[in-house]
């Protein structure tokens, strides 16, 4: 099965309005920080002498609240030792390390289109709100959200929390609204309130997995997303 031209020909279907309000992810999907997250778990690891581990499995927790995150890494480890990591990996993350994070091609153009065409914009992202609030005011693109939600005021994915509260707020019906993510936490999320949801392929979890959560459309980049959100609202 040739799966961009399937995704392709979905782009090009036209279909009727839909969706008033688009759900993002941030990590991964707006923002291409892969490689910052994971200096700053195995950072983090090296300096509270926890085993280093390989950029591969350190990557594989995008997406989750720092504290599961660092449980799912290691699950052994006590309270004070997980506060240590959490304290270790936002120093790292946010003052120390010089790997460069930058948002995904396509990005803010899309961010605007979806904007001038009247949708309700949100965040949904496992990231702490220090962490996010830092990102947004770095890009300028808090200019462009609605709502915002972190674990610090909801739930850690894939509890459908985040969402929910997002939907409240908004005062949209759970089929008015769509989550854009990277992940299978960010799939099982939707999933879980039977949320429409889009895989991106360019982030940390691989296309196959993505797919098992049955997504409306699994695409290659913002600029494919751009195209295919604009035939569903």
Request: some cysteine; glycine content about 6%.
């Amino acid at each position: 099965m040739d799966l961009r031209r399937d995704n392709m020909q979905e782009i090009n279907k036209s279909s009727a309005a839909r969706y008033r309000a688009v759900i993002f992810d941030w990590d991964g999907t707006l923002m291409n920080s892969e490689a910052r997250i994971v200096d700053a778990i195995q950072t983090a690891a090296r300096e509270t002498g926890l085993p280093v581990l390989s950029y591969h499995d350190s990557k594989q927790i995008i997406g989750l609240s720092l504290e599961n995150a660092i449980l799912g890494l290691y699950p052994d480890l006590n309270q004070s030792q997980v506060v240590a990591m959490s304290e270790a990996y936002t120093q790292c993350f946010l003052e120390e390390s010089n790997v460069d994070m930058v948002p995904f091609d396509g990005a803010e153009a899309l961010l605007l289109n979806l904007k001038q065409q009247g949708l309700k914009l949100a965040i949904a992202t496992g990231k702490s709100r220090k962490g996010l609030n830092a990102v947004l005011a770095e890009t300028g693109f808090g200019v462009y959200f609605d709502m915002t939600r972190t674990p610090v005021e909801s739930a850690s994915k894939p509890d459908p929390l985040m969402l929910t509260q997002i939907l409240e707020e908004f005062g949209l019906k759970v089929s008015e609204a769509v989550m854009i993510g990277d992940t299978t936490f960010d799939m099982e999320m939707a999933q879980n309130i039977d949320m429409d949801r889009v895989a991106l392929s360019h982030g940390v979890h691989q296309t196959e997995v993505l797919q098992s959560f049955n997504p409306k459309a699994t695409l290659d980049s913002l600029n494919e997303l751009n195209m295919w959100l604009m035939n569903h609202i």
